[in-house]
């Protein structure tokens, strides 16, 4: 094998392991932007329902907006790096999920308690990716 050759194989390998040793990090950012998105969405519209709880059209939307969310929440595949913080997102996006039924249902308090449960928990998530070394993005319209 040609020096050359040999410069151009060693280069492909340390490119290859490389972009391997990357993939992870790409994965958790692709989970980490996800979640941002869904925990964006989840906290307006549990904001916007706050105060217009007998406006049902509103909490239909919002109820099935939840519903959706939590149901892909619990399909997405987590990556192993921030595996200890994904229960919590879980969590947020279940007690919002309550809440917009508790809402449907008439039940303000139940509907008051879930929502402090989901915004706890979504503290409990930032918390603990930032324990892991890891945040969210900011979700920000560029209008």
Avoid: C
């Amino acid at each position: 094998m040609t020096p050359a050759r040999l410069r151009r194989l060693a280069t492909a390998l340390v490119l290859a392991l490389a972009a391997l040793g990357l993939a992870p990090l790409a994965w958790a950012g692709s989970y980490l932007d996800r979640a941002a998105l869904m925990l964006d969405e989840a906290r307006r519209e549990g904001d916007m329902l706050q105060p217009r709880t007998n406006d049902k059209e509103m909490v239909l939307v919002v109820r099935s907006l939840a519903e959706a969310r939590a149901k892909v929440g619990r399909k997405m595949e987590v990556p192993a790096a921030v595996v200890r913080a994904a229960p919590h997102l879980l969590l947020v996006l279940e007690n919002y999920e309550r809440a917009a039924e508790a809402a449907d249902e008439g039940n303000f308090k139940k509907f008051m308690e879930h929502l402090n449960t989901a915004r706890d928990e979504e503290k409990t998530f930032r918390s603990l990716l930032s324990e892991l070394g890891y945040t969210l993005p900011e979700i920000t319209s560029k209008r």
